[in-house]
């Protein structure tokens, strides 16, 4: 067993946590580098707990094991497996999403641990990868959620989890924390998961732990402290924030706390807070607060204008027109959907009427979800398309074995008896799960796959 050997690391721990309990502390400092078991996040917006643990069992074969949370498994893999989690059926018809059980905490304290319809506008403040992103999608289905990121080249990651997801609730900005402090009392909800000294990936590279030093985390603590300030600034009066960190000591959660408190004494309240350790829940450690804004905070900012977006536009005639016969001939619905155009591609977000207000205070990177383009006055739909809106007249073709399956996966077309007219779009189902549309030729279907999600 590795050993923990920093002794700043140890006395810190020793001090502030376990005094007087060597036991507990030789404990926890044994779990730290303990590898943890993968887990599994399931979307129960698209598919019931009872019902996914059927079709596990039946085509994937992983040992899924319960957590304290509902909709999230451990996961073991079996003799059963053919394909690694990441590749699984349900992994890319986003049925489920792989994320570690301690990143799952904020939303399910953000959220009460319940799905919410009513509509809001969510900030979620450094956003990528993206896994929390997708879970504020699914426990907000009705709310525009904003996804920033700080850092230009995480941008794409997140828009990649976005897009898996299926949703189309969120539009992605790249802002330096700075700028929230110009967009007083914006947000219903605020959830930062803030950059931190990352104690928890202990149990990856325990080089982490033996370079812990106080002096490193006092100038991170400064970065926190002004996204928490910023977070209080932009939330709503009476709304909430949820401030997140994957680290355990004081420095980078209590304190932050305490000192936006010294601040502003009388502006907020924290109503929930939890230290999750990793001898105790064996999740990762992890660190919540939940804030409650208690009134407006006196501040000189100002708010700025956001940069023109130029490049997204409302969708105009001609483009209407052609995605107006295809939704004829397929009976497709999108009532509830504002659509746009970036370049070529169609853009859908969430009918909500405080998206109006919000594109002009803020430059989308990116909006909603693409469901095709516009090509020579023609709409040639993607695979979102496919897989995420209903064509009711559609044809449909039914898989019938799990190989079929993976050999579309891997980007292979199928042959069909089917009479089809010269070009025509259809739905491929899998045991009543819908997964992708496919485009006839030459008496084959050509695979529509995203080729980066492609299984090698």
């Known amino acids: 067993m590795i050993k923990i050997e920093n002794q700043r690391f140890i006395e810190y721990f020793r001090e502030n946590f376990f005094q007087g309990n060597e036991i507990e502390l030789k404990d926890f400092l044994e779990n730290i580098p303990k590898d943890l078991s993968k887990t599994l996040r399931i979307n129960t917006n698209k598919i019931s707990v009872s019902d996914f643990l059927k079709f596990s069992e039946l085509y994937e074969g992983f040992e899924l094991e319960k957590t304290a949370i509902p909709n999230i498994f ?19 018809l986003w049925i489920t999403y792989i994320q570690e059980l301690r ?27 993206g896994g929390k992103t997708t879970q504020l999608a699914e426990y907000y289905p009705n709310s525009i959620i904003v996804a920033n990121e700080f850092t230009q080249n995480r941008i794409t990651q ?30 219903d909800k605020v959830l930062i998961d803030a950059p931190c000294s990352g104690e928890w990936i202990g149990f990856k590279a325990i080089e982490t732990i033996k370079h812990w030093n106080i002096k490193k985390i006092k100038w991170l603590s400064g970065l926190q402290e002004n996204l928490l300030e910023r977070a209080l600034v932009s939330v709503k009066v009476g709304w909430e924030i949820l401030y997140s960190t994957c680290t355990l000591n004081k420095l980078e959660n209590e304190w932050i706390i305490e000192y936006i408190e010294k601040k502003y004494p009388e502006s907020f309240r924290v109503t929930y807070s939890k230290r999750f350790w990793p001898h105790v829940e064996k999740s990762g450690w992890f660190f919540v607060a939940k804030i409650e804004k208690l009134k407006s905070v006196e501040t000189n900012f100002k708010k700025r204008e956001a940069k023109n977006n130029k490049e997204i536009k409302k969708i105009d005639k001609a483009s209407l027109e052609a995605l107006s016969r295809f939704q004829k001939k397929y009976e497709l619905d999108l009532w509830d959907s504002e659509l746009y155009v970036y370049k070529s591609d169609i853009l859908a977000i969430k009918r909500n009427p405080d998206f109006w207000e919000l594109i002009n205070d803020l430059y989308l990177t ?4 693409r469901i ?37 996966l891997k980007g292979k077309e199928i042959e069909t008896s089917l009479e089809l007219e010269e070009k025509e779009y259809l739905i491929i189902a899998f045991k ?5 549309g496919w485009y006839y030729s030459e008496w084959k279907v050509k695979n529509i796959f995203p080729k980066e999600w492609v299984v090698k």
């Open 103 to 129: 990143a799952s905490y904020s939303v399910y304290e953000l959220s009460k641990w319940k799905v919410d319809r009513e509509k809001y506008t969510i900030l979620d403040m450094a956003a990528s990868p």
């Open 366 to 369: 990116r909006l909603g979800q």
């Open 74 to 92: 451990y996961t073991k893999k079996t003799d059963n497996n053919k394909y690694a989690l990441g590749n699984t059926i349900s992994h890319l």
């Open 372 to 408: 095709g383009n516009i090509v020579n006055w023609e709409f040639t739909p993607n695979y979102y398309l496919a897989r995420d809106y209903e064509l009711k007249n559609a044809k449909k073709i039914e898989i019938k074995s799990l190989d079929e399956v993976y050999d579309y």
């Open 158 to 187: 997140l828009i990649s989890n976005l897009e898996r997801i299926g949703w189309n609730n969120f539009c992605v900005t790249n802002y330096n924390w700075v700028f929230f402090r110009d967009l007083p009392e914006r947000f």
């Open 432 to 436: 009543d799960l819908k997964i992708w």
